[in-house]
């Protein structure tokens, strides 16, 4: 216990005070709205990005590939409503639409809305840094665009390990008169790199995003338990979307944009109230 950090120790001995400032300090900066904002302008940006992302990577990857990981893993991030996104994609690129330069620049435009947004939310959780450390105004200016980067990079790399742990499923192990499939090893393997890739790129916005620098360890610690808590959020989404859920009767053709702005909302609560943990901690650590 002596090697601890003060700021541990007191959470460690005060756990439920620590909560309720937590919250208490979501509620002052008003963590719900900057959530809905964070979500609206997700929602305009995702399609861009996808339209953008494709077109890039299906240079190096099969395209085939690359909308079959997009599809899988697009299910994490909006729960029963990937496969309406792929439909408007796929639309788009059947099309063979001409990217010239005007759309090309809106695209990247539109792609870019949410990180901005975030960075601005996280600006105001992390207040208590600004006084002592300001961001120059070109390095908020081309955080959005190094995100958007970042994000095509990892899916580049999703894809193509997830070409080989699909590989790995079609694969069987014999053993004299025995055979067994590794298609559920796949299949862990392939929600294990799922999982992985979504505390990566959470931790990443904590390190990143706001405004001064995050210790690796708190990022990490707060992708993790964010990526763990939407996990079992986004199975309670799926069972209700499919079993008890009657959106499609209410909205009708709004459905696919209605669910998704939820899901993402949801998402959104929790990347900010994830910051708002690692903000009240460092508050300890300024006041120890």
Known sequence: M??????????????????????????????????????????????????????????????????DTLGRYLEWLVPSQSAALLVDLNLFLLNKAVIGVVLFLTLVFFSSLAFSVLEKSMSIIFSHRGAV??????????????????LATGLLVVTLVSISLEAIGLMSVGFMAWHWSLGGLSRVLLYLLGLSAETVILSAIYYFVPVGRTAWQHALIGGFFTASLWEVIRHLLVWYFTTLSNASVVYGSLTTAVLALFSMEIIATLLLLGAQVISEYERLGDDA
Not at 56 to 67: F, I, T, Y
């Open 133 to 150: 450390r300001k961001r120059h105004y070109l390095i908020s200016a081309l955080l959005p665009y190094c995100l958007v980067f970042f």
């Open 2 to 67: 002596g090697q601890l950090s003060k700021p541990a120790l007191l959470v460690l001995k005060h756990p439920a005070a620590f909560v309720l400032q937590t919250l208490k300090g979501f509620h002052d900066n008003q963590g719900i709205l900057l959530a809905g904002a964070i979500a609206y302008y997700a929602l305009l940006s995702i399609v861009p990005f996808l339209i953008l992302t494709v077109i890039a990577l299906s240079h190096l990857v099969d395209r085939g590939e690359l909308l």
